[in-house]
Structure formats: structure tokens, C-alpha cells
């Protein structure tokens, strides 16, 4: 028996290794982390400067919330918020972008923007909804800065507006504020970005902006003066109200003209204006000079008060500025000094150009005194005039008088004496009570004892006369007792008009009565337009209970 045959060996096969697959649940996260790769890496690329910012309190400042704007778009944000290491103050951290890091220099600005109202305006309502953020005033240097203060409350005009700043100098604040807008020709041509006391207390410089093109109106010659709430002013000239507008009234205002005729030069960067309390005290000021002269009245200056014009044929030449009583003892005259000034630049003629350089006049001058003595020769004096009867203000009035008695201005006196005219309406009392006095005068009572006492003698002829009638009634024929019988007619005529009860009689009674009503009535007209003179307007005033 033969051995079985061994089994068939399997033959062996060779098995190629398998590659290195990523199972598909890794595909998610390596996608996710790529994608964060590239995101960490373009955030690094166009990550910006970190700044740091110091706030007074940190209102509205929240980390990784609060928004750092320029013109309304996102250029940063706060990342972190401490406080300093005295705990005066809070020091903000900011990420800005990598575009805006041209925008930190030496004077830009930094201030939290929230709801804000005031006088003057409302603004940051937007915030209510957003919350706070950061604002952002890109300034003008070119050195960079990191680290900034910022500003307690918003600016009033941001740098990159086109204008040019000024200084006002002013004794009060009144209604003026931050934001307080200020006016050209009641259009609104700038703001008040800040005020501070000087050094030694007694002034106030106001910072103002005019935006351009306001900003080439303002010359040397500028006047600005406080413009808020309403100017009410009772003068010469009547009852003037002057405001600027409705928001002037209520928040306060500024404003400001150049006069016309005065020097229109460029304001050089150090100049400094003058805020004045109101329009009429702005604008009355001396463009270049002022001439002094004193005027003498003897008359009353009720009504006349400092700041009055001079007047010469309804144009302004000058003002009121002091009124001192002037006693004579070697002659027992007292009388009243009215200083005023007069801006002779104001009587410049059409024909000279407006540029022509103004020669100063000098009262030394001898063509100067000649020309004023020729004046005076040809009839100019000082008047007082009423400016408005219902007021009873009075103003100075320089006109010629041809009839005016002879005079002469006196150089000699400090400022020069200047003659005076009485005025028309203190002639026109002086008249009246001349008439008064007259009639004051007249003696009434005596003429009415004599014309009693003649009345009753020619009573006493009358009755005698009747008598011889009576007797000759007997003696003589029938003609003479016709005639006689017409005269004893007209006796009895005669003695009807002589009687107590005649006409005659009362009507003379009543002549005399009237006229001493009149003379009273003379006289309580002149003492009425002595206290009140607006009377000739208005009427008699009514008694006070």
C-alpha cells in the first residue's frame, strides 16, 4: 500500500500596504481650523496701533462694546478700561484699525458721545438706541502720539471745518455758553468753543469760530456785542426792540458788524475784540477820534441823558457823556455843563473816496479854530430838542441859527465852550408864563370895585336927571313935554340897563370871570408842560388814586 500524498501547500499571495486615509469625521474640524488660521492671520494683518485714552469716569466706556468713531464710521474699539494707578481718573485701552493709525497725531481728539442738551442745542439722540461711543477730531500736526486725554464734553467745531478762530474780551458771561452760535446779519456764521478767566480775574476771554465765508468779514473795525434774549431801549429816538432771532432769545447769541467808513484791515492772529453789552453801544463807539466840547444851558435838561446823540439836521455826529452842574457865585447863576463828543469822521462828503487816509483834526490847530469861529459867526449853536413827546427824551442838537445874538466859542476852556440856543419849547413856556405873569399882573379886583362904583354913580346922574324932568315936566309946553317925555324913555331904558339883573352887567361880570379862568388855566398849562411835556401828545395825565 502506497503512502498518501501530502496535501497541495497554499501558495502565498502578497498584500500591498494600504495608503494613510483621514477619516471623513476629521473633515469638519480641519476645515474649521483653517478657516480660523486665516482669519487669526488677516486680523493680525490688519490689527492697528493700541492706544491708551484718559477719561475723567468711565460713563459709557465698556470693554469690547463701545465703538471708537470718525465721521460716523467704525475705526477702533475699547478693550479694556482701568483705573489709573492715583485713582483720579480712568485709562482706557483701544484697538484702532490698520487704516486709521494716519489719524493718531499730537492734537487729535477724544470724547465720549452721548445724549446731550442744552441751551443752545440737542444732539447724540442716536445714542439711546446704539449706546455710547468714542468720538474722534483727527487734528493737524504731524508728529504721532499714543497716548491722549480726552476731552470732558464734545467740541463745538471739529477741526477739519474751514474758518478761523478770534477772542472776545467781555467783563461778564451773561447767556453765553459752549455752542452759543454767533451772528452775521441775523445769519448764523459761528460758535463759542470756550471761555476762561484771565489771571487777575476781571475779565473773561471767549474763544469764538466764524466758518468760512463769514470768516473775511471780520476786520479790525468789527464790532460784536451780546445779542441774547431782547433789547428793549426807551431814548431819544422812541421805544426800540432789537433781537436777532428766536433762539437768540431763549439760548443767547452773538453778533457782529463792521461799520461802514472805518478801517477795513486784516486781522492779524493776536487781535483781540471787544464784546460790548449791546448793539447801539457797539456800533456808537468812535471810529478813529473823538473831539471834545462843553455846551451851557440855563434851561432844564429833565429827559436829556448820557448816551443821547448829538443830532445835526437828523444825521449823528456824536453823544452825550457827562452832565455836571456849573455854579457861578460872582454872578449867582447856576447852571448845567453838557460834555459832549463829537466823531468828526462822520461828516466826511460823498466825494472824498472811502479809502482816502482821514487827517485828524486837531482843536490846536489854527485853520481848525478859524474854521469852528467861522461856524460860530454864521449862527451854529447847541440846542436842546425833544426826541419823542411820549418819552420826554431830549438829545443835542448843533444847527444854524441866523438870528442867534452874537457869541464866540471859548478855546480857553478845557474842553472848549461851545454857545447855546434856548430851545424852542423852553421859549415856548418862558412865553407862557410871561403872558401869565402879565395877567398876574392886572388888577382884577380893583377894575371890578371901579366898575361897580362908576355903575352906581351913573345910577345916582340917572336919577337926578329924572328929577329935572319932572320939573321942567311942569314948567315947560307941550314940545318940551314930548321931549322930555322921550327922555324920561330913554332914563328908564338907561335904568333897566344899569340894573343888577342887565345884561350888560352880567355879561361884563361874566368877562371878568372869564378872564381870570383864563389866566388860571394859562397857568396850569405852563406849570403841566413843565413836568410833563409828552402832554403835548398825549393829553393831560390822569391823576394817581
Given amino acids: 500500500m502506497s503512502e ?42 490688519e490689527q492697528g496701533p493700541t492706544i491708551t485714552i484718559q477719561f475723567g469716569t468711565g460713563e459709557g466706556l465698556e470693554p469690547g462694546k463701545t465703538r471708537i468713531k470718525y465721521k460716523d464710521v467704525d475705526v477702533g474699539q475699547i478693550v479694556a478700561v482701568a ?48 449706546g455710547a461711543y468714542v468720538g474722534l477730531d483727527v487734528g493737524k500736526s504731524d508728529e ?20 478761523r478762530a478770534f477772542l472776545l474780551r467781555a467783563e461778564t458771561l451773561g447767556s453765553i455758553a459752549i455752542g452759543t452760535p454767533i451772528y452775521f446779519r441775523r445769519i448764523e456764521a459761528g460758535q463759542v468753543t470756550g471761555f476762561r478767566l484771565d489771571a487777575a480775574g476781571r475779565r473773561l476771554d471767549v474763544q469764538i469760530f466764524i466758518k468760512a465765508p463769514y470768516d473775511r468779514f471780520v476786520t479790525t473795525n468789527s464790532r460784536f456785542w451780546n445779542a441774547g434774549g431782547v433789547d428793549v431801549k426807551i431814548g431819544a429816538d422812541g421805544v426800540q426792540v432789537n433781537t436777532e432771532s428766536v433762539a437768540a432769545i431763549i439760548a443767547g447769541g452773538i453778533a457782529f458788524q463792521t461799520p461802514d467808513g472805518g478801517p477795513d484791515e486784516a486781522v492779524p492772529p493776536d487781535h483781540a475784540f471787544r464784546l460790548f ?3 447801539a453801544e457797539a456800533l456808537k463807539q468812535p471810529r478813529t477820534e473823538a473831539i471834545s466840547y462843553v455846551l451851557r444851558f440855563t434851561e432844564s435838561v429833565r429827559g436829556l441823558s448820557v448816551g443821547a446823540p448829538v443830532d445835526f439836521r437828523g444825521i449823528q455826529l ?47 490847530d489854527k485853520d481848525f479854530r478859524a474854521f469852528v469861529d467861522r461856524l460860530i459867526g454864521s449862527g451854529l449853536r447847541g440846542q436842546l430838542r425833544s426826541g419823542n413827546l411820549v418819552t420826554g427824551q431830549l438829545y443835542v442838537a448843533l444847527d ?17 465852550l461851545m454857545p447855546t440856543q434856548r430851545g424852542s419849547f423852553d421859549e415856548l413856556q418862558t412865553t407862557l408864563m410871561r403872558i401869565v405873569a402879565r395877567l398876574d399882573r392886572l388888577p382884577l379886583e380893583d377894575i371890578g370895585r371901579d366898575t ?10 340917572i336919577d337926578e336927571a ?74 393831560k395825565p390822569e391823576d394817581k388814586p
Fill in 4 to 45: 498518501p500524498l501530502p496535501p497541495v501547500l497554499p501558495a502565498a499571495t502578497v498584500d500591498t500596504p494600504r495608503r494613510f486615509r483621514i477619516p471623513l469625521v476629521w473633515i469638519i474640524p480641519l476645515v474649521a481650523a483653517l478657516i480660523g488660521l486665516f482669519l487669526a492671520a488677516k486680523s493680525y494683518y
Fill in 83 to 130: 483705573l489709573s494707578d492715583d485713582g483720579a481718573h480712568v485709562v482706557a485701552t483701544a484697538r484702532l484699525a490698520r487704516a486709521a493709525a494716519r489719524l493718531l497725531v499730537d492734537d487729535t481728539r477724544f470724547w465720549v458721545v452721548s445724549a446731550r442738551v442744552s441751551g443752545s442745542s440737542v444732539s447724540g439722540l442716536g445714542t439711546l438706541l446704539s
Fill in 144 to 163: 504721532e502720539r499714543r497716548d491722549f486725554v480726552a476731552l470732558d464734553a464734545a467740541p463745538a467745531v471739529t477741526l477739519d471745518v474751514p474758518g
Fill in 277 to 279: 453789552a449791546n448793539r
Fill in 318 to 364: 456824536g453823544e452825550v457823556v457827562a452832565i455836571t452842574p456849573d455854579f457861578r457865585p460872582e454872578r449867582a447863576d447856576l447852571g448845567l455843563m453838557v460834555e459832549v463828543q463829537i466823531y468828526p469822521e462822520l461828516m466826511r462828503d460823498r466825494v472824498t473816496p472811502q479809502n482816502t487816509p482821514y487827517r485828524r483834526k486837531d482843536v490846536h
Fill in 400 to 416: 444854524f441859527f441866523p438870528g442867534a445874538t452874537a457869541a464866540r466859542i471859548d478855546w480857553a476852556h478845557q474842553p472848549p
Fill in 452 to 461: 361897580s362904583k362908576a355903575i352906581a354913580g351913573l345910577g345916582r346922574t
Fill in 466 to 539: 329924572e328929577r329935572l324932568l319932572k320939573r321942567l315936566d311942569g314948567l315947560a309946553g307941550s314940545d318940551v313935554r314930548e321931549t322930555l317925555a322921550e327922555a324920561r324913555v330913554a332914563i328908564v331904558d338907561a335904568r333897566k340897563l344899569l340894573a343888577s339883573d342887565a345884561p350888560l352887567q352880567q355879561d361884563m361880570r361874566a368877562s371878568l370871570q372869564e378872564l381870570g379862568r383864563a389866566a388860571q388855566a394859562l397857568r396850569n398849562l405852563a406849570d403841566t408842560l413843565d413836568r410833563h411835556p409828552e402832554a403835548l401828545l398825549r393829553g
